[in-house]
C-alpha cells in the first residue's frame, strides 16, 4: 500500500498542494486539505476547518480525471472538483424553539408565536423588551410635562410674564409693576419692549407707540403718562426716566437716561445726551459723550466728546472729535474741527482758524442770503474782465461814512467794538448802486409782513396717523434787507482814494515849488 504525505500553502486565488513529486494548484477554498496516508486506490481528499474533519472525499468518486490519485488532482489544475459526500437523504422533520414555532413534517409551516401584547396604538408608551429584542409588554403611560396647548394672552396682572398649568402655557400683559410680554400695561397698547426690567410704569394710559429693548431703559424709573408717546430705545439705560417726552430716538448705552418731558432728541453713542438732559428738546447727538452735559435744546454734537462741555447753551453746533465751546454758556456758536475750542457765542470757529466779526477780509466767507460758503480767489484765471469801474467818481463818498461804537446784542460779554452800520453804507450806495461799492454789503431776506402770502408744502406729523405726512401751508413773503458789511470790499476804493490825494499833493507841490515857496 502506497502513502503520501501532502503540505499545503495559500495565497489570496489558490491552494498550493506539495508532494513528493509533484506541485499542484488547486481553486482556493479558505479552507486546509489534509491527506493521511492510505491505501493504493483508497486515497480520500480531506477538507478540514481549524483543524477539524469537514468532509473525506475518495478520489475514486470524483469527476476527476485520470487513473490514479495523482492523475485526478493534476486535473483539478484545470477543472472543478465534484463530488458525492455519503448517499442522498430526505428531510423527514423541522423542528423550532420559541419564539419561533414549527408544524413538523418534511414541510414545515414556520411562524413567530403570538405575544401577550395586545396589537393597537398606545399613548405614551411603556414598553417592557427582552434580550432578543422582542417586546413582551405595552401599556399607555402618564402625561409627560411639555407644554402642548399655547393659551391666549391674558390681562391678568402676575408676577410672571409667563405660566404653565399642566399642558397649557398663558402669557401675561402684565402692568406698571410687573413685567409682561410684548404690552406693559393692563390694557392693550401699542408698545413693544424686550428685556429685564424695560417694561415702562404707567400711571396713566393712551395711544403710546414705545418701542424699547434693553435693561433698565425707557421710563423703568420714570412714571409714564400717555403723553409720552413715540419713543425709540435701543441699550440699557436708555431714557430710563423719561415720563412725558416724545418723539426722542436712542441707540447705544445710557442715552438720555435723565430726559424726562424732553422731546424730539436723537442720540446714537455710550452717554450722547447722558448727564444732564432733561427738558431740553431738538437736540441730535452722535458720539461717545456727544453733548454729555447739555441741558439746553436745539444743539447738534457730532463726534466723540462733541460739545460734552455744554451745558445750558442752546442753539449750538459742534463737528468733530471733542470740539468745545469757549465757556460753557455760549449759545449759537459754530465748532468745527477736531479738538477745536469756539470762541465765544455767536462765532464761528474752523479748525484753528477764527475770524471775529468786523476784522477784515477771510478766505471762506458766507453769503446769509444763498446760505452758501464761498472761497475768496483773485487770480484773472477764475474772473471774466469787464470795463474799467469809474472808481474815481465815487470815492469822495467814503468821507459820508460815520464811525460807530457798539456792542453786539448777543455777546454776554459786551465787548466795544467800532464799525460801521450797514444801512448808513447803504445810504452812500444809493437806491441804484454804483459799480464801486456794490460788493459793500451783504444781504439776507426777512418776513415781510406788507407782501403776498405765499403757499408751500411741508412735512408735518400727524398723531393720530402717528406718521409725516405732506401739507400745504401759508407762510409770510420774503424780502431782502441788508445784513453785514464785506470790510475787504473797502481796499479798493481806498486804494483808489489814496491815489486822488496823492495826485493832489503832488499838484500842490508843484505849485509851491513854481512859486518859490519852499
Not at 134 to 140: F, K, R
Not at 421 to 434: K, S, T
Not at 456 to 467: A, S, V
Amino acid at each position: 500500500m502506497a502513502t503520501y504525505l501532502f503540505s499545503l500553502n495559500t495565497n489570496r486565488s489558490h491552494l498550493v498542494i506539495t508532494t513528493p513529486t509533484h506541485v499542484y494548484a488547486v481553486p482556493y477554498v479558505d479552507l486546509s486539505v489534509q491527506t493521511p496516508q492510505m491505501p493504493t486506490g483508497q486515497e480520500q481528499l480531506v477538507i478540514c476547518n481549524n483543524g477539524q474533519a469537514v468532509v473525506a472525499v475518495p478520489f475514486a468518486a470524483s469527476n476527476l480525471a485520470g487513473a490514479t490519485w495523482q492523475l485526478k488532482l493534476t486535473d483539478l489544475l484545470n477543472n472543478y472538483m465534484y463530488m458525492n459526500v455519503g448517499n442522498a437523504g430526505t428531510v423527514t422533520s423541522v423542528t423550532a424553539s420559541a419564539p419561533l414555532a414549527s408544524t413538523g413534517g418534511a414541510t414545515p409551516v414556520i411562524s413567530h408565536n403570538t405575544t401577550a401584547v395586545a396589537a393597537g396604538s398606545y399613548t405614551n408608551t411603556n414598553l417592557t423588551v427582552d434580550s432578543r429584542g422582542h417586546i413582551t409588554a405595552a401599556s399607555n403611560g402618564s402625561a409627560g410635562g411639555g407644554v402642548t396647548t399655547v393659551g391666549a394672552v391674558s390681562t391678568t396682572s402676575t408676577a410672571n410674564s409667563a405660566d404653565i398649568a399642566g399642558v397649557t402655557i398663558t402669557m401675561h400683559y402684565g402692568d406698571g409693576t410687573n413685567p409682561g410680554v410684548s404690552h406693559s400695561a393692563t390694557q392693550t397698547l401699542t408698545n413693544t419692549n424686550v428685556g429685564y426690567l424695560s417694561y415702562p410704569q404707567y400711571t396713566s394710559l393712551g395711544f403710546m407707540s414705545n418701542t424699547n429693548c434693553g435693561y433698565n431703559a425707557l421710563g423703568a424709573t420714570g412714571l409714564m403718562t400717555g403723553a409720552a408717546t413715540d419713543n425709540t430705545s435701543v441699550g440699557a439705560f436708555n431714557l430710563r426716566n423719561t415720563t412725558s417726552g416724545t418723539l426722542n430716538g436712542a441707540i447705544g448705552t445710557r442715552c438720555g437716561e435723565f430726559i424726562t418731558s424732553g422731546s424730539r432728541n436723537m442720540m446714537m453713542g455710550r452717554q450722547s445726551l447722558g448727564a444732564a438732559l432733561q427738558t431740553g428738546s431738538d437736540n441730535t447727538a452722535v458720539g461717545f459723550n456727544a453733548g454729555l452735559n447739555a441741558t439746553g435744546s436745539q444743539m447738534t454734537a457730532i463726534g466723540s466728546g462733541a460739545l460734552s462741555n455744554a451745558t445750558t447753551a442752546t442753539g449750538n453746533i459742534g463737528i468733530g472729535y471733542n470740539c468745545s465751546l469757549a465757556a460753557a454758556g455760549n449759545t449759537s456758536c459754530i465748532v468745527l474741527g477736531a479738538s477745536t475750542t469756539g470762541n465765544g457765542t455767536g462765532t464761528t470757529t474752523i479748525g484753528t482758524a477764527y475770524v471775529a466779526a468786523g476784522a477784515g477780509s477771510a478766505t471762506l466767507t458766507y453769503d446769509t442770503a444763498t446760505g452758501q460758503v464761498r472761497y475768496l480767489v483773485s487770480s484773472k484765471r477764475y474772473k471774466d474782465p469787464l470795463p474799467d469801474p469809474p472808481v474815481a467818481r465815487f470815492t469822495h463818498q467814503l468821507f459820508d461814512l460815520v464811525p460807530r461804537s457798539f456792542t453786539l446784542k448777543n455777546d454776554p460779554d459786551k465787548r466795544p467794538l467800532v464799525g460801521y452800520y450797514a444801512e448808513e453804507v447803504e445810504d452812500i450806495r444809493g437806491p441804484l448802486g454804483n459799480p464801486v461799492f456794490g460788493g459793500l454789503l451783504v444781504y439776507t431776506k426777512v418776513d415781510d409782513p406788507m407782501a403776498p402770502p405765499v403757499f408751500e408744502q411741508q412735512q408735518q406729523f400727524n398723531p393720530e396717523t402717528r406718521m409725516f405726512e405732506t401739507v400745504t401751508v401759508q407762510v409770510p413773503g420774503k424780502k431782502q434787507v441788508v445784513n453785514g458789511i464785506n470790510y475787504a470790499g473797502f481796499v479798493v476804493p481806498l486804494v483808489e482814494l489814496c491815489k486822488q490825494q496823492q495826485a493832489r499833493i503832488e499838484a500842490l507841490e508843484a505849485r509851491l515849488t513854481a512859486a518859490g515857496i519852499p
